[in-house]
Structure formats: structure tokens, C-alpha cells
């Protein structure tokens, strides 16, 4: 019971957080520098790692299918599998598994040491609403990045897989063949489903990380287990979101 | 590090992703990026299958365009196809719907036509003819069962006892049985014969055995062959013979062919006998010369007559020639 108290009350404080950014929204055209740090942050900083984790992705996609595929004579469909696994669903989970770890934490660690350290209550001392400086620029500039790395994600990891099936002696296919296989089978309101789909966890990621920082108590101790939670919540909130989020978008 | 650097940043990690969208949507939407440039035509067909838009359309393999739109039209279903504008399509082309393998997807195969055709404009309507997809070919495979498994049933029943008449099998059983003295009896002979042209006697033995008589049975087939041609050639002689005398050349073929001829035969033939007639009657002067021999004996005695003067001529010289001729002959 006590648990379901405190799940109910971080859901609710989450979403009380929304609100209160969304009331803020007016004051973002004057935030412009904040919004261009949070996007250096959220997106030029993360890009490395997701192309890296896209990649690698691609290409075990491609090995993996390919091992199977080729007892079958269909590897030429090789193509489009990968296309369509990176799509619509591994480039946009991956990319925000990436993001709650890397950018969810530091947002956490961040702002629940902003309220150990009273500087959040310094800001509410001096009028000045958390959610419009603390928030409201992080969750702006996830909504624009997260489908810019979503895409580059994909882009990379259809690279990966076609390298994999060009170099790879058993497989050996044609990066022509690859691509025509993918873009036969793989449709641009497929990209836009998986840009939609990163969008939602990008936010979710981000709202989540926010409140749980904000709403951290005690000590040192709380920071570091208040990273914990948000990249757990982050995770299994990607993941339950991404089964009701794709069976919505097919 | 400035936050104006971080801000060019993030500007061009923006732009890129637009550009990255940009892209994206015009690798994977290349099927409506065409039917912007290309020209369209009209392909009419009784069932469009899975053709949907965005498939292609190729010409002998060839992709020259996509289905642009597919839309019901009356008792039929039309594809529009927008076709590269580099394209031209001959008038004589024909379309039909296609795919690419079991797992592979439809699209629209155009033949090359011939080249003298006039070429295919805008909106005009290309023809086209059905193919059977997988599943009419499904469907007559499932008749050839049907009947594969009739005539099964069929030559079943045959071999199965039906209203107290035996069976196929009864009967090839029974007729062995009543006869299999018989079979044993030809069984033994045939096995004689073999053994006995195994052994090489008599002339199918000798012949398989004896390689002599091979080469002999072979020189006489070769000769009777020579024969053969030489009598071909004979014939063909003939042949070509009669086919002269039929065409009226020689004395042979206008003696048979020339009816000019064979009327004046006929009448030297009558005048021979009128002739023949005459000197056996003794008329005419063969006719009595033949018949009477008193000319014969007068002219023999004048003969001799002559001889008695021409020996007095000899004798009394050439002035008394004249009256001795007169004397012996009047």
C-alpha cells in the first residue's frame, strides 16, 4: 500500500509538473539560450554514443537475421528487415534507453541536487517558477532533438546492417540489393512512426527525470538514488509505453 | 567552451536533422517523388491483385516508373502509371500484373513492343493482359488433384470385385491358372530357342554367333541394295522414256500421239492392202508380173533373142548392128 502511495504520488507529481511547465510556455521565445544548452546537451553530446549503439545494432540485425535467413534463401529480404526493425522499433527504444541513461540521469543528479542544495528553493524564494527555467528548456529541447538522433539512429544502423551483408562471407549481399529490399518494404510513414515513438519517450524520459530530481528529499544519499529511480522508471515506462505507443501507430 | 559555440552546435546538428528527414523521405518516397516528373497512363485490368501504389513498373525488368493511383472504373479496375518522362512506350506494348517471386511483392510488367510503333502519350491507355498469379495456379493444381484422384479411383475400381463380377487382378490370376500348362510349354520352348541360338545352331544361332555370316548376310544385303538402285535407275530410264514418248516426240511417240499420222498409216495400210489384194488377183502389172509367168517366159526368150543379136553384132560389125537388132527382135 505504501508503495502504491508513492507510485501514485510520483505519478502525480509528474504530471502536476507537466502542467505547470505547459503554463509556462509563453516564456520560452526568452529562454532561446537555455533551450540551445539543453540541446547541446540532450542532442550534440548523445549523438556519438547513438551513432556508435545504432551501428553496432545494425549490424548484429543484419548478422543475426542473415544466419537465419540464408538457411532459408531469403536473404535478400535481409534488407528490408533491418530497415524495418531499426524504424520502427530499435532506433527509437534504443535512442531513449540511451537518453534515460545518459541524459535522464544527469537531469536527476542535477536537479535533485539543485533541491538538497535549496537552490530550487532559493528560485521558488524569488518567484521564480522551477518548471520555467528547470524544465519547461529540457523537455523544449527533447522534443526537438530526440527525432533528430532517432534518425540519424536509423540512418547509421541501416549502414551497419548493409555493411555487415556486404563484408560478411556468409551472407555476402550487395549494398544494392540490401537497400532495394529496404526501400521496397520500409515507407517513409514508417520513419514518421518511429520519429513519433521517440518523440513520446524522449518526453517521457525527460518529465520523469525532472520530477523525480525535483522531488528528491534528504541528502547526498537521495541524489544518488534518485538517478537510480529515474533511469529505472525511465526504462520500464519506455518499455511499457512503446507496446501501447506501437500497437496505436499500426 | 562559449554557449554561442554550443548554440552553432545544436544550429547545425538542427539543420542536419532536417536534412537527414529531407532524405529520408525522398530515398523512401522515390515512388511519389516520380509520379511528380514522369507522364501518366491508364492500365486496365479485371483484378489488380496486391498491386498498390508506390509499386513499380518495369519494362522488360527494367524500372521506368510507379502506380501512381489504382481506382475502380466500372466493371473493371484501372492503375494509373506515371512512367518516366525519358521513357516512351510503343503502342503495341502490353501490361500485365506480375511478381517478382513467392515473397516478393506485385508490379506491373511492361513487353517492349515493337519498335516502329507509334509511342504511348499521356493518359492514354496501354493494353493489357492477365496473368495467372499464384493463386489460379493453386487452384489448378487443386483440379488436377481432383481428377488425378478420379482416375486413381477409377483404375481402383477396376481392380476391385464390383456386383459379383471378378476383379481386373481375379481375372489375370484366373487366365493364369487356366493356362499355365501352356505359359510353362512356351516358357520351355522359348528357353530352347534361346539356348539353341546361344549354342549357334541353326540360322538366327549362326547369324548371332558366326561372324562369317554376317559379313555374308551383309555383302548380300549390299548387293541386293546395288541391285535395288540399278533398277531404280532403270526405272527411272523407263520413266523418263514414256514421259518422252507421251509428249508426241520421236517416231515412237508420233506414231502413238500424232493423229495425222496414225490416219495416213491407216490409209497406207488400206492402200497395202488394196495393193496386196490386187497382186494376188494378178491385176495390175506386178499383179500379172507376180502371177503370170508368161511375161517371164517371153522376156526370157527375148533375152535370149538379144544375146543371139548382140553375138551377130559382134560378128558382122557395126553396120549391120541395126538390121540385125531389127531381125532379131521383129
Given at each position: 500500500m505504501k508503495h502504491l502511495n508513492a507510485i501514485l504520488a510520483g505519478f502525480g507529481s509528474t504530471v502536476l509538473l507537466l502542467l505547470n511547465s505547459l503554463r509556462q510556455v509563453g516564456s520560452l521565445p526568452r529562454q532561446f539560450a537555455r533551450l540551445a544548452e539543453q540541446c547541446y546537451l540532450i542532442g550534440y553530446t548523445t549523438l556519438p554514443i547513438v551513432a556508435i549503439l545504432s551501428f553496432f545494432i545494425g549490424g548484429v540485425l543484419a548478422l543475426q537475421s542473415g544466419y537465419s535467413m540464408s538457411n532459408f534463401g531469403t536473404k535478400e529480404f535481409i534488407g528490408s528487415l533491418v530497415g524495418l526493425s531499426m524504424t520502427r522499433e530499435l532506433g527509437p527504444v534504443m535512442v531513449a534507453v540511451l537518453l534515460a541513461g545518459r541524459v535522464g540521469s544527469a537531469i536527476s543528479a542535477e536537479l535533485a541536487s539543485m533541491k538538497v542544495y535549496q537552490e530550487v528553493d532559493a528560485l521558488v524564494t524569488m518567484n521564480i517558477p522551477p518548471e520555467r527555467i528547470l524544465v519547461l528548456p529540457r523537455l523544449a529541447a527533447v522534443l526537438v532533438m530526440m527525432p533528430i538522433l532517432t534518425l540519424i539512429g536509423i540512418l547509421v544502423g541501416w549502414f551497419g546492417g548493409a555493411l555487415v551483408c556486404q563484408y560478411v562471407g556468409f551472407i555476402s549481399l550487395s549494398p544494392e540489393k540490401y537497400f532495394e529490399t529496404l526501400r521496397r518494404y520500409t515507407d517513409f510513414h514508417d520513419v514518421w512512426s518511429g520519429l513519433v515513438k521517440a518523440e513520446i519517450f524522449g518526453f517521457v524520459v525527460v518529465l520523469v527525470s525532472c520530477s523525480i530530481g525535483l522531488n528528491t528529499r534528504g541528502g547526498p544519499r537521495e541524489i544518488g538514488a534518485s538517478v537510480t529511480k529515474a533511469v529505472v522508471t525511465s526504462l520500464i515506462l519506455i518499455l511499457v509505453l512503446d507496446y501501447f505507443v506501437t500497437k496505436a501507430l499500426l | 567552451m562559449n554557449s554561442v559555440q554550443h548554440t552553432a552546435r545544436v544550429g547545425l546538428l538542427f539543420l542536419l536533422g532536417l536534412a537527414l528527414i529531407w532524405v529520408t523521405y525522398e530515398a523512401l518516397g522515390s515512388k511519389s517523388a516520380l509520379s511528380k516528373t514522369g507522364y501518366p497512363i491508364v492500365a486496365g485490368f479485371q483484378n489488380l491483385k496486391a498491386l498498390k501504389q508506390g509499386d513499380d513498373v518495369r519494362m522488360a525488368g527494367v524500372?521506368?516508373?510507379?502506380?501512381e493511383t489504382t481506382q475502380l472504373a466500372g466493371h473493371r479496375v484501372e492503375a494509373i502509371l506515371r512512367i518516366d518522362k525519358k521513357v516512351t512506350i510503343p503502342s503495341d506494348a502490353r501490361a500485365t500484373i506480375t511478381s517478382s517471386g513467392l515473397l516478393g511483392t506485385n508490379y506491373v510488367a511492361i513487353t517492349l513492343g515493337t519498335p516502329h510503333a507509334a509511342p504511348l502519350g499521356p493518359e492514354s491507355e496501354i493494353r493489357t493482359y492477365e496473368s495467372a498469379d499464384l493463386g489460379t495456379v493453386m487452384a489448378q493444381l487443386g483440379d488436377l488433384g481432383e481428377k488425378l484422384e478420379d482416375t486413381l479411383g477409377a483404375v481402383s475400381g477396376a481392380f476391385r470385385s464390383q456386383d459379383g463380377q471378378p476383379s481386373l487382378f481375379e481375372r489375370l490370376n484366373q487366365l493364369l491358372s487356366d493356362n499355365g500348362n501352356k505359359i510353362d510349354a512356351v516358357m520351355s520352348n522359348l528357353e530352347s530357342i534361346t539356348n539353341k541360338v546361344n549354342r549357334g545352331e541353326g540360322t538366327l544361332g549362326k547369324l548371332v554367333n558366326d561372324p562369317a555370316v554376317y559379313d555374308q548376310l551383309l555383302a548380300t544385303i549390299t548387293e541386293i541394295k546395288d541391285a535395288a538402285n540399278e533398277a531404280r535407275g532403270f526405272v527411272t530410264g523407263a520413266q523418263e522414256l514414256v514421259a518422252h514418248v507421251k509428249t508426241g516426240q520421236g517416231t515412237l511417240g508420233t506414231l502413238l500421239y500424232d493423229e495425222k499420222a496414225t490416219a495416213d498409216l491407216k490409209a497406207m495400210m488400206a492402200n497395202f492392202a488394196q495393193v496386196s489384194e490386187k497382186l494376188s488377183k494378178g491385176e495390175g502389172t506386178l499383179g500379172k508380173l507376180i502371177n503370170d509367168d508368161t511375161l517371164y517366159t517371153d522376156a526370157q526368150a527375148t533375152l535370149q533373142k538379144a544375146d543371139r543379136a548382140l553375138g551377130a553384132m559382134g560378128d558382122s560389125g557395126p553396120i549391120t548392128a541395126v538390121g540385125a537388132v531389127a531381125n532379131a527382135l521383129f
Open positions: - | 524500372r521506368i516508373g510507379a502506380v
